[in-house]
């Protein structure tokens, strides 16, 4: 799968006249310095999610030791399929049987902005129906399959200790969820908006640059720009975040709403720049520290 997108990126990319990459300019500063800004709000949601993992967790830690496992975790996160690894760089600051809520309620944080990514998705295939170039033009076809696994995911997220299917209950894994669980039903309330949140900042975000750099775009773009959040979600990737594959997206989707495909690519880069590079390098420092005793 990561292949095909590698070949659908290569793809895409060469359809782009690289003549006019000259002509890039940064025609509203303003915008692009509140793309920036914004990258504080994206993340702050984030350790909000973070603090309550901790705290349903019972575990109790420094405002220091929240924030270094915290940075340590953007990195492992960044170095790992779909960014589902932050719970590593975040578990070794605390003991080894602290590591078990941790690993667990990280996994539901990281589930609730997975189902926010869906979600978005689904209010921008009934709103603007699917991109004419993803081989199924009727959106229903895509809503009828969306809307039961919509249904399923937030059922699953919100009941998860009721589910009763053999293979699943009799994992040691959910054996040891359930407890955790029972009574963290505002734990999850408290991770869903904060993952709404942080879609919505990072959509806000993609708006705005792509009219720093000069597109002349309405708010209809934002159903397109969650759609393309949307189907980058459903493609796993392998390491630094979601690189080639949400680009390979915005180049499919956005590329043909414009004459200026290569705004696209370049501020798709941009906004993985600031979003996941620089955060990443300043928690570098944060994921050597030594492993506590147990």
């Known amino acids: 799968m990561f292949l095909a997108v590698i070949w659908l990126f290569y793809n895409q990319i060469t359809k782009i006249d690289w003549s006019k990459i000259n002509e890039l300019s940064l025609a509203r500063p303003l915008l692009l310095i509140a793309t920036i800004l914004l990258v504080f709000f994206n993340w702050f949601f984030e350790y909000l999610k973070w603090d309550e993992v901790l705290k349903t967790s ?13 940075l340590a975790g953007i990195v492992t996160g960044f170095l790992t399929p779909n960014m589902l690894g932050n719970f590593i760089g975040r578990m070794f600051y605390f003991q080894r049987r602290e590591r078990v809520p941790i690993i667990l309620l990280t996994l539901f944080s990281n589930a609730a902005q997975f189902i926010a990514s ?9 709103w603007l129906g699917a991109p004419q170039v993803i081989a199924f033009e009727n959106s229903d076809f895509y809503l009828a399959i969306l809307a ?19 293979f ?40 705005l640059l792509l009219q720093a750099f000069g ?21 796993p990737s392998l390491w630094f975040g979601k690189l080639f594959i949400r680009e390979s997206m915005a180049l499919l989707i956005l590329a043909p709403l414009t004459s200026e495909p290569s705004v696209i690519l370049f501020t798709s880069l941009i906004l993985w720049s600031i979003n996941q590079i620089l955060p990443s390098l300043l928690g570098i420092p944060f994921i050597t520290k030594k492993m506590p005793a147990v």
Not at 177 to 202: E, T, Y
Not at 221 to 229: D, H, K, M, P, S
């Open 118 to 126: 869906i979600l978005f998705g689904f209010i921008a295939l009934m």
């Open 168 to 207: 699943i209950t009799n994992m040691k894994l959910y054996k040891k969820s359930v407890p955790l669980m029972i009574h963290a039903q505002n734990f999850r309330w408290k991770l869903m908006l904060f993952s709404l949140a942080r879609h919505g900042i990072f959509s806000l975000q993609y708006w």
């Open 148 to 166: 039961p696994l919509l249904v399923i995911l937030i059922w699953a997220f919100f009941r998860f200790e009721h589910i009763k299917i053999g």
């Open 58 to 70: 019972t575990i109790k830690a420094s405002l220091k030791i929240r924030i270094k496992s915290f």
């Open 215 to 235: 597109l002349e775009i309405g708010w209809e773009w934002f159903g397109w720009i969650w759609q393309v959040f949307f189907w980058s979600t459903l493609i």
